[in-house]
């Protein structure tokens, strides 16, 4: 058996980034080991056990270039839900801005939202 552990997402800063979605959006900080160059930071949506998220601050241009854009301008990061209303009120009235209305489709309901640093993602509750 495998199963997807983690995921990094390049940021510019960890502790803003960890303010965001550990503060904001509730999420779990599961790990922020100093590792004396760089940290290993490591969070987690609520309620999860698994496939969690690994922040990683840019340190070369190069990577500071794919902020906000690591995945070419395409949603690419997928926050699934058991309750699409509860977690889409709960993110408006936290700020979060959503690029459309929640939308019906043949897998379920999804609407496109960013984080702070332009990262695009689907809340989505499956079928």
């Known amino acids: ?25 509730g999420w779990q900080l599961a790990e922020d080991l100093d590792q004396g160059h760089k940290r290993w930071v490591r969070i ?30 395409r ?8 309750d699409f209303a509860r977690d889409h009120a709960t993110m408006l009235a936290a700020g979060v801005t959503f690029d459309e209305a929640p939308r019906h489709e043949l897998y379920g309901i999804v609407a496109v939202w960013r984080d702070p640093f332009g990262n695009r993602w689907d809340l989505l509750q499956l079928a």
């Open 1 to 25: 058996m495998q199963s997807l552990h983690a995921f990094t997402l390049v940021v510019a800063d960890y502790d803003a980034a960890i303010d965001f979605y550990c503060g904001t959006l």
């Open 75 to 82: 949603v690419g990061l997928f926050l699934a839900t058991d």
């Open 44 to 73: 987690l949506p609520p309620g999860a056990s698994e496939g969690s998220l690994v922040l990683a601050q840019a340190s070369s241009d190069a990577q500071r270039r794919i902020i906000g854009n690591q995945f070419g301008g």
